[in-house]
């Protein structure tokens, strides 16, 4: 038997089971078990104030008073640089390398019908479970009905890429481009990469609405403890925000990141190539004298999100939930804005894996911690500060420890996968990078923050790199199949694998 088959088979076999036992956790009855606010933004890197990433300025002010209540982590990794693999590894706990979901294409809950997600299991312990926007991807086969008490979906109907195409969810609306188009005057640019401001009124904008039905939610009496999730979608492209955080930005004041010409020579060839993917964007920005306007978009987009999570976070405050609510802040993974002549997420440096995560949680000081972290860790550690019972098989580990002691001892660095056979291992001071074929690179932040010179051919270097590479997982899973595989129903949430007529529904409850 293929030993990665056999393994998910196991873990399949000990979840079910586990799922059956739970639900018993009513132990701490006398004290009310704290709610979970969980709070995603979607592409953000780490150009938010707090964490320095952008060399200018950016304006972050609600992320920064989070930051200043919680345990800010300045080493935070995603678990794979891109959305679905990251939010699905996030919420399943499981690394890309276990499940086999590697791609935005690879749907997990068709594949993984019995695995136990955050929601499921915090509502196996008594939890209401709601959200809004976008948690898991908000793909169908990616954010089934049955995770969530009830949820608000995005529904995409003020862009104008996702008007244009024809979707086959029973939420999206579809139409011709809105006049106008494409707002940002480069021609040329795929449909998804537009930026500008709407002629909507700001209370439309989708990541409003989400933030909105969260606002409304805790107005609410909540008659048990709740898990409350808020993803806001910007800044994902497109990068449409009002005009009001465009404003935010001047353009002489626009620092474009600093690119060497060389900087991939001493890169293998898998690196070069995820580099060039999509470089042609850039090459049009640049060619039409608009790299600034983009930052700048980006820039925007980044203070747009901050203000939504603020609106939520002041509804918190106002709310009676305030002093017993644990908040967790986390990006699904970074970007690159030209640095290693990229544009877009999906590489294994520094720009596409490093994101925001802080966690606030009641009894626990602010502070700062600097120790390497994957988001892996976020359903553990989420899990032990409920006082849940502890999830059986996952790839993350409780960073409780670093909660109460941001300086506690830390030998774990974050692993970082992006497709079959591909990681990155961040430490405390290096980054390795390992690719399928056996290409290296290592990186020494402490003398190269931008990760120009590989040293992993350097002699001096080859125990760090030995030890590092011991991260790596040893069996990787074959790849998911994909979304083309099954035929998807939107009216019943029911997939039908076209080859072996097996179906699973998302629609139990
Ligand atoms: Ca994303
Ligand atoms: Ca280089």
């Known amino acids: 038997m293929h030993s990665s088959f056999a393994r998910l088979t196991l873990l399949t076999f000990a979840i079910g089971v586990s799922s059956l036992s739970a639900g018993n956790g009513t132990a701490a009855k006398e004290k009310p078990r704290p709610n979970v606010l969980f709070l995603a933004v979607d592409d953000m890197k780490d150009w938010v104030n707090c ?43 499981l690394r890309p390398s276990t499940t086999g979901l590697y791609d935005n294409g690879h749907w997990w809950l068709p594949n993984l019908p019995d695995v136990v997600t955050i929601p499921v299991h915090f509502r196996n312990h008594g939890y209401r479970v709601v959200g809004a926007g976008k948690i898991f991807h908000h793909t169908a086969g990616n954010n089934p009905p049955n995770q969530w008490d009830d949820f608000f979906r995005l529904t995409f109907r003020n862009d104008p890429w996702f008007r244009s195409v024809k979707l086959n969810y029973p939420w999206s609306k579809s139409g011709p481009y809105p006049e106008g188009f ?8 795929g449909h998804e990469n537009d930026w500008g401001s709407l002629d909507i009124p700001d209370k439309d904008y989708d990541d409003a609405l989400s933030a909105g039905y969260a606002i409304r939610f805790l107005k ?48 293998p060839e898998e690196g070069r190539k995820l580099a060039e993917t999509r470089r042609s964007d850039l090459e049009l920005i640049r060619d039409a004298g608009h790299w600034k306007h983009a930052v700048r978009a980006y820039l925007a987009s980044i203070s747009y999100a901050d203000e939504q999570l603020g609106r939520v976070l002041d509804a918190l405050d106002a709310s009676p939930y305030a002093a017993n609510t644990i908040i967790a802040l986390w990006s699904d993974h970074g970007w690159h804005l030209g640095e290693k002549t990229h544009w877009h997420k999906s590489t294994l440096w520094e720009e596409a894996t490093r994101v925001p995560l802080i966690i606030s949680a009641p009894g ?20 032990e500060l409920c006082g849940l019972e502890p999830i059986k098989f996952h790839d993350g580990v409780s960073i409780v420890p670093l909660l109460r002691d941001p300086q506690s001892k830390w030998n774990r660095p974050a692993v970082i996968e992006f497709r079959y056979g591909n990681a990155a291992v961040r430490s405390d ?45 040893k069996q990787w899973a074959e790849s998911a199949p994909t979304k083309k595989s099954f035929h998807f129903d939107p009216d019943t949430f029911t997939w039908t694998h076209r080859k072996t007529g097996k179906t699973t529904s998302g629609k139990q409850r």
């Open 51 to 93: 964490l320095g990433g952008y060399e200018g300025t950016v304006h972050t002010p609600n992320i920064d008073r989070l930051a200043k209540r919680g345990m800010l982590f300045t080493n935070a990794h995603c678990p794979s640089p891109k959305c679905a693999p990251s939010r699905a590894a996030i919420m399943t706990g």
């Open 182 to 189: 494409p707002f940002s005057s480069v021609k040329g640019l």
């Open 220 to 267: 609410q009496k909540q008659d048990r403890p709740f898990f409350l999730a808020c993803g806001i979608y910007r800044p994902h492209l497109p990068w449409y925000v009002p005009q009001k955080f465009f404003d935010l930005y001047s353009l002489d004041e626009i620092r474009l990141p600093e690119v060497r010409d060389n900087d991939l020579d001493d890169v």
């Open 364 to 383: 626990h000081q602010p502070g700062v911690c600097d120790r390497p972290v994957s988001l892996l860790n976020l359903y553990p550690t989420l899990s």
């Open 429 to 473: 001071r290096y980054r390795y990078i390992r690719y399928h074929d056996g290409g290296e690179e290592l990186y020494d932040h402490e003398t190269d923050p931008y990760e120009w010179k590989n040293l992993a051919a350097s002699a001096e270097h080859a125990a760090i790199k030995t030890e590092l590479a011991g991260w790596i997982s």
